[in-house]
T-cell receptor, first 115, second 115 residues
Framework: AQKVTQTQTSISVMEKTTVTMDCVYE???????LFWYKQTASGEIVFLIR??????ENATEGHYSLNFQKPKSSIGLIITATQIEDSAVYFC????????????FGAGTKLSVKP | DAGVTQTPRHEVAEKGQTIILKCEPV?????LFWYRQTKIQGLELLSYFRSKSLMEDGGAFKDRFKAEMLNSSFSTLKIQPTEPKDSAVYLCASRRTGGNNQAPLFGEGTRLSVL
């Protein structure tokens, strides 16, 4: 069964610094897709970035990038030059490729960016 | 394009009532997901539909929860009878079929309070 774990409950950083949020996953599938989402204070859930398991290059999207370590089943989210508005809860999710199943989510990491 | 639309945004029910939550996916999206979000359990899968076929359901929710795809552009989630422990945010998400790497896009959710 697939499982996604985020062990960091909350992180606090100063504005304009770089932060990394951790996520590890479990799957028996050789093909899978990893996603990161952001949930704002209003409750809105926004898709940020995706990593396909068969791709060796780390995905990047604006000031978001991923640190994909396949042997460790790890997919970290890196936010560079953080801004106050990056304060939110960040969720990691995984969908297995072969099975017709839905993405499963981690518990989330609350990021606070301080001025 | 309009995003995922969920109605109502808020619902208050008495214990034992039947409530129906509604979701309209993004036009052209054939995959539709229902999730429940609570602080303790996080994001839990309720149901996953592809077109009108049920692909997966959350095992813990078979009892009083029933999701349906009435057509390709409208889904309902019925909770019958409601219990106070059902108080949560119910989220609907959709994605275009034909590309397992597509990330589901979320609606704003329905906040349910059961008294």
């Amino acid at each position: 069964a697939q499982k996604v774990t985020q062990t960091q409950t909350s992180i606090s950083v100063m504005e304009k610094t770089t932060v990394t949020m951790d996520c590890v996953y479990e799957t028996r599938d050789s093909s899978y897709f990893l996603f990161w989402y952001k949930q704002t204070a209003s409750g809105e859930i926004v898709f940020l970035i995706r990593q396909d398991s068969y791709k060796k290059e780390n995905a990047t999207e604006g000031h978001y990038s991923l640190n994909f370590q396949k042997p460790k089943s790890s997919i970290g989210l890196i936010i560079t030059a953080t801004q106050i508005e990056d304060s939110a809860v960040y969720f990691c999710a995984m969908r297995e490729g072969r099975n017709n199943n839905a993405p499963r989510f981690g518990a989330g990491t609350k990021l606070s960016v301080k001025p | 394009d309009a995003g995922v639309t969920q109605t109502p945004r808020h619902e208050v029910a008495e214990k034992g009532q039947t409530i129906i939550l509604k979701c309209e996916p993004v036009s052209g999206h054939n995959d539709l997901f229902w999730y429940r979000q609570t602080k303790i359990q996080g994001l839990e899968l309720l149901s996953y539909f592809r077109s009108k076929s049920l692909m997966e359901d959350g095992g813990a929710f078979k009892d009083r929860f029933k999701a349906e795809m009435l057509n390709s552009s409208f889904s309902t989630l019925k909770i019958q009878p409601t219990e106070p422990k059902d108080s949560a945010v119910y989220l609907c998400a959709s994605r275009r079929t034909g590309g397992n790497n597509q990330a589901p896009l979320f609606g704003e959710g329905t906040r349910l309070s059961v008294l």
